[in-house]
């Protein structure tokens, strides 16, 4: 069965300390897969897609084709990272994004 | 662009009461999604829609309907309220492949079935 896994429900770092969030999924074919987060009374908002290779707000993504994970990472969290993140992949162009059940990030000062 | 809106932001309804939660977005989007948010249950999708005219069931559809006759609007209904359903509910939007591959959400509507 095609499933998106985010083993963390909670995440809590130091302010300064590394942070890496979790997300494994089990699907057929080359998936799309995006990084969305929701900061506190916010909407949704996309942070990060695997396709673009990018860095934002100093996160950075690397899909493993081999483990099938889309690790989100960050070398030194920032108080403002604070939130809840959520792995979304989509299987093709036409299908909706499924989501993980999300990692809150709780960055402690 | 005011990009994706919901209405309204906070509801209240009775067992079997019935509402409908609005959807609209102005980037001419030809994808929209329903889906709704449970505490430690990540986000749901209800149903979606791939143009005007065109909609589909996705994970969890049962106790609902919606409808697209505009590209704009996309408004889900609640026949008879339960229980079940108070959670918070997001719309969503998308251009397609061609415009890209984001998804842009509404603020949410936060629903309480007592």
């Known amino acids: 069965a095609q499933r998106v896994t985010q083993p963390e429900k909670l995440l809590s770092v130091f302010k300064g300390a590394p942070v890496e969030l979790k997300c494994n999924y089990s699907y057929s074919g080359s998936p799309e897969l995006f990084w969305y987060v929701q900061y506190s009374r916010q909407r949704l908002q996309l942070l990060l897609r695997?396709?673009s290779r990018e860095s934002i707000k100093g996160f950075t993504a690397d899909l493993n084709k081999g483990e099938t994970s889309f690790h989100l990472k960050k070398p030194f969290a920032q108080e403002e990272d604070s939130a809840m993140y959520y792995c979304a992949p989509r299987l093709s162009g036409n299908t909706p994004l499924v989501f993980g059940k999300g990692t809150r990030l709780s960055v402690i000062a | 662009n005011a990009g994706v809106t919901q209405t309204p932001k906070f509801r209240i309804l009775k067992i079997g009461q019935s509402m409908t939660l609005q959807c609209a977005q102005d980037m001419n989007h030809n994808y929209m999604y329903w889906y709704r948010q449970d505490p430690g249950m990540g986000l749901k999708l209800i149903y979606y829609?791939?143009?005007?005219?065109?909609?589909d069931k996705g994970e969890v559809p049962n106790g609902y309907n919606v409808s697209r006759s505009t590209t704009e609007d996309f408004p889900l209904r609640l026949e008879l309220a339960a229980p079940s359903q108070t959670s918070v509910y997001f719309c969503a939007s998308r251009r397609g492949e061609a415009g890209g591959n984001e998804q842009f959400f509404g603020p949410g509507t936060r629903l309480t079935v007592l």
């Open positions: 695997h396709i």
């Open positions: 829609s791939v143009g005007a005219g065109i909609t």
